[in-house]
């Protein structure tokens, strides 16, 4: 048990941290659906950018953690305003951003997909430093939290 809470304060610390090199105009992050970063194989995963006020068409990327010829054909392997997969395997786990035809590019999300029998429920989107974030495990299958805690400021 505390090696889980030393693993959850330490994504909660890569969560909070600032990051200052985007600027407003930018996504901040992908969308992600289901709104978290763990997935089992064989959910589907969805991936967006949304637009700018600006012209500027923003498509998904992506870098594999491992290639692998079976994702060349997927919905995210082409550039696109959006992206899904519906039946995620191990291979899809990697960063997924936005970047526009200039370049620019949001801040990558970590996805994981996973053969295991359970995963971490966090947000995929960015948390402000100081906010308090519920931590849930879930089953496959049951998709019922079996462990759930509150974290704010590092402490629970």
């Known amino acids: 048990f505390s090696h889980v809470s030393t693993v959850m304060n330490v994504f909660v610390l890569l969560l909070t941290k600032p990051d200052l090199t985007y600027t407003d105009q930018k996504p901040a992050v992908p969308l992600i659906s289901p709104d978290r970063l763990q997935f089992f194989e064989y959910e589907s995963v969805s991936v967006s950018c949304e637009e700018d006020k600006e012209v500027k068409a923003w498509r998904v990327r992506r870098k594999l ?92």
């Open 65 to 156: 953690h491992k290639t692998s010829s079976a994702n060349d054909s997927d919905a995210c392997s082409v550039p696109a305003a959006s992206c899904s997969i519906q039946y995620a395997f191990e291979s899809h786990s990697g960063e997924y951003w936005c970047e526009n035809h200039e370049g620019e590019k949001s801040r990558a999300l970590n996805i994981s997909v996973t053969a295991g029998s359970v995963i971490l429920d966090v947000s995929a989107q960015p948390v402000k430093e100081g906010s308090t974030v519920t931590l849930k495990c879930i089953q496959e299958d049951t998709e019922e939290p079996n462990f759930e805690t509150n974290y704010k400021n590092h402490r629970h």
